[in-house]
């Protein structure tokens, strides 16, 4: 019996020829991540049980990315204490200000992720690193503390769903419109526990950032991770940066999936998710008329640059409405430096918009942008959960950079049409 | 072990940020987490939470981020127990590590009403509502999960099986 992409990954980490969907396994980690939400508590864990090593200081990566810079004087004391067990521990990837970036985006950018890895973070968005080929989970401190002390995790290999994109792709849809399509298909627990494997020829001609956005949305729809076989793209993305070698597996023809979802991507449209779960998705086309006050363009869901020229292409020339806030956050320093060097800097300032530096900030309601009671805004994040980005009494609407951009222009959610057709 | 306590219900899907809104994650002390559980859901919910209720929600419970504070919050506040028709796989793995007994029954969750008193067996899985005189059987825990709960988490396993070597 053939094996898929997630089953070969988890039976070569484990150290077996062949797992099945059900079966408990114990796989060894390449890397282990933490950020200032959750590293605290799994320090604290370590230090319980009195651990005094962890397993490997290279394969450790604490990034400080949520509170920072340190909002408050509590969140300066979990960094603080996150800082010195680093330290202390001399963990080589601790994100100190300066070098840090969102988890999600620094990781695969600097290279200590890569094709063929088994990967935890006590961050759910960890499934993001799927779309290099690898084996990706969120979990909580607790694994994320074990994880360090073992370098190992316990895992139900879990059943696959593949989804098949075919089709031609349609102007200024991307793969934030196609992960938003795929789970107001199958539900905010479609994939619950399952892998999410993402095939057909939209994906393989699917740009690297793309993919990243793909991956990281698996959670939202439940999965345990979701995955993008590496082909060609990803080596080109891989080369020169990850440090280990890649290692490429394919799923086998007959390989068994608990469901094959096809999607005929020439019927997709820029989607919008409306609140409070990412499964309420709209077509731009049936949105209708919804006013905001704020957009956010950034994430580890839509914070690279691709996602920010893509805002710039639209902004360009343009000026967002004047009751309007527009925050821009460059997920990492690479990525702020290379937008600025492009110029896109002068495009988003130019049109009243706000550059920020890399944080996730706004995305969980924790600083740099948060809502009050009654605002609503359009996101290029991933959750628009009751109370995600500040009051329990605003809103958060999901969509593409393309559209938040033409969102902030227009005052209201907008599509590309609404602001290409003038 | 055996769990009794009042039943507070909530409805499908509810999300961490529900659970343990972010604006109180810059702290990690279970008491401090303990003022604001659900409170996203319910406000108030803190204050009116007696210590050894029980949870009764909908299904997917705890979606939604991995942040162990949810966990940590309710079983700080005072809940002994959550049962549910299916747990988002993290909020699942979390609760089973630190030790937050959840039981996944659909026909329990559906028939089990607020305010209801009901008892839980643990170790069996079998769920009274004792306010109807109705019994309900979870689904089992896999071994090696039971394993974890019986060393009082995982923390208490690794150390137990990894750490000593
Ligand atoms: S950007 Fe948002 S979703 Fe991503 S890691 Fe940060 S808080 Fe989580």
């Known amino acids: ?422 | 072990m055996i769990l009794q306590g009042k039943v507070w219900k909530f409805g499908d899907d509810v999300d961490t940020d529900q659970i343990i809104p972010a604006r109180y994650l810059n702290s990690s002390d279970p008491k401090e987490l303990a003022k604001y559980a659900m409170e996203d859901a319910r406000a108030g919910f803190a204050e009116v939470v007696g210590q050894g209720d029980i949870i009764v929600a909908g299904k997917n419970f705890g979606c939604g981020s991995s942040r162990e504070h949810a966990p940590i919050c309710i079983k700080a506040a005072g809940i002994t127990g959550v049962i549910a028709p299916s747990f988002a796989r993290i909020f699942y793995r979390n609760s089973i590590n630190i030790g937050l007994p959840i039981f996944e029954s659909k026909e329990a969750a559906e028939a089990i009403e607020e305010g209801h008193e009901v008892r839980v067996d643990a170790t069996s899985g079998v769920i009274e509502d004792l306010t109807t005189g109705k019994n309900f059987q979870a689904v089992p825990f896999p071994d090696f999960m039971q394993e974890l709960i019986a060393a009082g988490g995982l923390m208490n396993y690794i150390k137990k099986n990894k750490m000593d070597k």
Request: glycine content about 10%; proline content about 5%.
């Open chain 1, 1 to 422: 019996m053939g094996m898929t992409i997630t089953e070969k990954i988890l039976a070569a980490h484990a150290g077996l020829d062949e797992v099945k969907p059900g079966q408990l396994i114990n796989a060894k980690l390449d890397i282990v991540l933490g950020n200032d939400i959750t590293s605290p508590v799994a320090i604290n864990e370590f230090e319980k049980v009195g651990a005094e090593t962890v397993f490997d200081k290279c394969k450790i990566c604490l990034v400080p990315d949520h509170f920072t810079p340190n909002k408050d004087i509590k969140s300066a004391e979990q960094v603080k204490q996150v800082r010195e067990f680093a330290h202390k521990h001399e963990i080589e990837h601790f994100f100190e200000l300066g070098q840090m970036g969102v988890e999600h985006c620094i990781l695969p950018e600097q290279g200590i992720v890569g094709p063929g890895d088994a990967i935890i973070g006590a961050d759910s968005h960890t499934c993001t690193y799927g779309a290099l080929g690898a084996f990706a989970t969120g979990v909580g401190s607790t694994d994320m503390a074990a994880g360090m002390i073992t370098g190992e995790a316990w895992f139900k290999v879990p059943e696959s769903i593949k989804f098949v994109f075919k089709g031609e792709l349609q102007p200024h849809v991307g793969g934030k419109d196609l992960i938003l399509y795929a789970i107001g298909d199958i539900g905010v627990d479609g994939a619950r526990y399952m892998a999410m494997e993402f095939t057909g020829p939209v994906i393989d001609n699917l740009p690297i950032d793309d993919r990243f956005t793909m991956c990281n949305m698996a959670i939202e729809a439940g999965g345990k991770n979701g995955i993008i076989a590496a082909d060609e793209t990803t080596m080109e993305y891989v080369r020169g940066r990850f440090k280990r070698e890649p290692v490429i597996y394919k799923s086998d023809e007959d390989a068994e999936y608990a469901r094959v979802i096809e999607y005929d991507c020439s019927k997709i449209e820029p989607q919008v998710a409306f609140p409070h779960l990412p499964e309420n998705t709209r077509g731009i086309s049936e949105v209708g008329d919804v006013r905001i006050d704020q957009v956010v363009i950034g994430s580890c869901t839509n914070g690279r640059l691709s996602d920010l020229r893509i805002a710039a292409e639209f902004l360009k020339g343009q000026k967002v409405a004047p009751h309007i806030r527009c925050i821009v956050i460059p997920g990492t320093p690479l990525i702020y430096r290379q937008a600025m060097h492009e110029g896109l800097f002068d495009i988003f300032l130019d049109a009243g918009a706000i550059v920020s530096t890399p944080t996730c900030g706004p995305c969980l309601g924790g600083h740099m942008g948060v809502l009050a009671k009654g605002e609503r805004a359009v996101a290029t994040t991933n959750r628009n959960f009751i109370g995600r980005m500040g009051s329990p009494g605003s809103e958060v609407y999901l969509a593409s950079p393309a559209v938040a951009a033409c969102s902030a222009i227009k005052g209201k959610i907008a599509g590309p049409k609404e602001v290409l057709s003038k």
